[in-house]
Nanobody, 119 residues
Framework: QVQLVESGGGLVQAGGSLRLSCAPS????????MGWYRQAPGKQRELVAQ???????NYVDSVKGRFTISRDNAKNMLYLQMNSLKPEDTAVYYC?????????????WGQGIQVTVSS
C-alpha cells in the first residue's frame, strides 16, 4: 500500500503564491508518473499538471505560465509551485501517482488539500 500526504494549501489573496507538496510512502519499487489534480465545487476533477519520467511536464492551459510542477527524485517528493493565483484556482487539490510495487502497477490518490484564493 502507498500513502500520499499533501501539504501547503491554505488561503491566499489573488496574485499570491502557494507551494503544494506531496510525500509518498509505502511499498514503491518505481514511480511511473506523478501529478496534481483539482476539483472545484460543482465541477469535475481535472488534471492540473503531471510529470512522467524524462518527459516534459504537461499542464492544463489555464495554469500554464503560472504553475510549475517538479519532483525531488531522491525523496520521491512532488511539488506544485503556484504563482499569480486567481480566484478560479480555488479547489481541493489532489496528488496522484502510478507506481510499480508488489501488486504490479497501481494508482494512488492523496486525501486532498484545500486551496482558496480570495479576490
Amino acid at each position: 500500500q502507498v500513502q500520499l500526504v499533501e501539504s501547503g494549501g491554505g488561503l491566499v489573496q489573488a496574485g499570491g503564491s502557494l507551494r503544494l507538496s506531496c510525500a509518498p510512502s509505502g511499498s514503491i519499487f518505481s514511480i511511473m508518473t506523478m501529478g496534481w489534480y483539482r476539483q472545484a465545487p460543482g465541477k469535475q476533477r481535472e488534471l492540473v499538471a503531471q510529470i512522467t519520467g524524462g518527459v516534459s511536464p504537461n499542464y492544463v492551459d489555464s495554469v500554464k505560465g503560472r504553475f510549475t510542477i517538479s519532483r525531488d527524485n531522491a525523496k520521491n517528493m512532488l511539488y506544485l509551485q503556484m504563482n499569480s493565483l486567481k480566484p478560479e484556482d480555488t479547489a481541493v487539490y489532489y496528488c496522484r501517482t502510478i507506481v510499480r510495487n508488489y501488486g504490479g502497477l497501481n494508482e494512488y490518490w492523496g486525501q486532498g488539500i484545500q486551496v482558496t484564493v480570495s479576490s
